[in-house]
C-alpha cells in the first residue's frame, strides 16, 4: 500500500492478487477506481478465441434464417414447379392475376386456357397460381349442409 499526498487529494494504491485499486481521497469524498485485470494474461488468452466467438451469433442468424424462410421457400418453389410440370387437359386451374380456366392444350412453355365457351387464351406455365379443387368438392359440402 502505497499512500501519496498533494494539494486537498489523497491517492491511495492496493495491490494484490487480482489487479490494482487506486482509491483518490478529494475533499468532496472517495473514488474507487479498480483496474483489476487490465490487460492481464486473460486478455492475452482470450485474444485468439476472440475472433471465432465474435462470429458465432452471425452463424447463429445464418442458421435461424435459413431454417425460418430459405428452405420453406425452396420447399415452396420445389413443389409448385412439380404442379406444373404435372399438368394435364382439362385440369382446372387459377392464373397468378386471379383468372380461373381449363386447360385446353399444353406446349413446354404455354398453356392454351378456356375460361369461357370459345374464349381461349395463352399464358406461360409459369404464370399459374396453383389448381383449382375441382367442383366436386364443393357439392359435397352442400349436400353434407342440406342432410344436416
Not at 94 to 113: A, C, K, M, P, V
Amino acid at each position: 500500500m502505497v499512500k501519496r499526498s498533494g494539494y486537498r487529494k489523497t491517492i491511495t494504491i492496493i495491490k494484490n492478487g487480482k489487479g490494482i485499486v487506486f482509491l483518490f481521497k478529494s475533499s468532496g469524498g472517495i473514488i474507487l477506481i479498480n483496474t483489476a485485470h487490465a490487460m492481464g494474461q486473460a486478455g492475452a488468452q482470450g485474444g485468439a478465441a476472440g475472433g471465432f466467438t465474435a462470429f458465432v451469433p452471425l452463424i447463429l442468424m445464418f442458421v435461424i434464417f435459413y431454417f425460418l424462410l430459405i428452405r420453406p421457400q425452396q420447399k415452396k418453389a420445389k413443389e409448385h414447379k412439380n404442379m406444373v410440370n404435372n399438368l394435364k387437359k382439362g385440369d382446372r386451374i387459377i392464373t397468378s392475376g386471379g383468372i380461373h380456366g381449363t386447360i385446353s392444350s399444353l406446349d413446354e412453355t404455354s398453356i392454351s386456357l378456356e375460361v369461357a365457351e370459345k374464349v381461349k387464351f395463352k399464358i406461360n406455365r409459369g404464370n399459374i397460381a396453383g389448381l383449382v379443387q375441382g367442383a366436386s368438392a364443393v357439392q359435397t359440402k352442400k349436400d353434407k349442409k342440406k342432410d344436416k
